[in-house]
């Protein structure tokens, strides 16, 4: 009887403990994937309904059609430099707010975009780079003729480094405050210059930081639609707009569904090949 007491306490105990995540995780995680993962194996119907037979036509199409792996590549090409614009700008950033004594405000001025919808920070854009906007509007100033910045992939860019910034920055802070700075001075006592030293001794202690930013970073700008639907005015399509557009106008929910699987795949292995490099430690700091 004691024993059977035990174990329904440790029963208890465990559903109430894991229980809620585990819970989250099938409802909002695993549910939703197995529906997705089942949509893509079925076909359009007359209506663009979800309809037999089951089958891999979807993922046979994407991977044979060229215009499907332009999309997939322009999408990686425009996330790779994105990101890439992104780390130029937030590394020295997230040091100079760590070596601030004013740390914690320059750290609220980073999040502060967030307490504004995201459609409205991408629409604030638009009335800056438009032909009648205030960056033509200082480049007029100056006697010089107006610049075609909206609709444009200069726009994309230059938008999708501004919304993830932050992304890549908070990780990367979290990093450079645990910098042992001791270990520079070492590197110094033996010899090595300002670059070598911060290359050998703390260059190495952000890289949990740093790659956790990249992947925080490069996943969504890799997946994004709205600011390249806006910003790129139709003119540049990534592959969330072509997830978008057969989900709307298309109405081809099967292909859709498959090409977010094939999305959902790329993220996959983006994490898998952070894991392999990183470990557990390398997870949390992604976490």
């Known amino acids: 009887m004691r024993e059977a007491a035990s174990l ?26 197995v529906l997705v993962l089942i949509a893509s194996l079925m076909s359009r119907g007359s209506f663009g309904q979800l309809a037999p037979p089951l089958g891999l036509h979807n993922y046979v ?3 044979t059609e060229p215009l499907f792996w332009e999309i997939v ?22 040091f100079y707010i760590a070596q601030h004594r004013h740390k914690q405000f320059l750290l609220l001025l980073v999040i502060i975009p967030f307490f504004t919808n995201f459609l409205i920070r991408v629409y604030a854009w638009i009335v800056l780079l438009q032909r009648e906007g205030v960056v033509n509007a200082v480049i007029t100033a100056f ?14 860019y230059l ?16 990093a450079v405050e645990r910098i042992e700075w001791n270990q520079l001075e070492a590197a110094y006592d033996l010899g ?10 703390i260059f190495p202690q952000t890289l949990p930081g740093l790659l956790a930013g990249f992947l925080l970073t490069f996943i ?16 540049v399509i990534l592959i969330g707009n072509l997830i978008q557009q057969q989900f709307g106008a298309a109405q081809n929910w099967a292909f859709g569904a498959a090409c977010s699987m094939i999305l959902m795949g ?22």
Do not use: C
Not at 13 to 29: D, E, N, Q
Not at 86 to 94: D, E, F, I, S
Not at 159 to 174: D, E, I, K, Q, S
């Open 73 to 94: 590549g322009r999408s990686l090409w425009i996330g790779f430099w994105a990101t890439v614009l992104t780390v130029l700008l937030g590394y020295p950033l997230a």
């Open 266 to 287: 790329l993220v996959l292995l983006g994490l898998w090949l952070y894991a392999r490099s990183q470990g557990e430690r390398g997870l949390d700091e992604l976490v």
């Open 61 to 63: 199409r994407f991977f």
């Open 159 to 174: 938008a999708t480094v501004y919304t993830y910034l932050p992304f890549f920055v908070l990780p990367l802070y979290a």
């Open 192 to 201: 090595a210059g300002p670059l070598r030293g911060f290359w050998e001794a």
């Open 220 to 235: 969504p700008a890799v997946g994004t639609f709205v600011i390249a639907d806006l910003l790129g005015g139709g003119k």
């Open 143 to 156: 006697g010089l003729p107006p610049a075609e910045l909206f609709p444009s992939s200069f726009a994309v």
């Open 8 to 33: 329904r306490r440790n029963l208890l105990r465990f559903l109430l403990t894991v229980g809620p995540g585990a819970l989250w995780l099938f409802a909002f995680v695993l549910l939703p994937s």
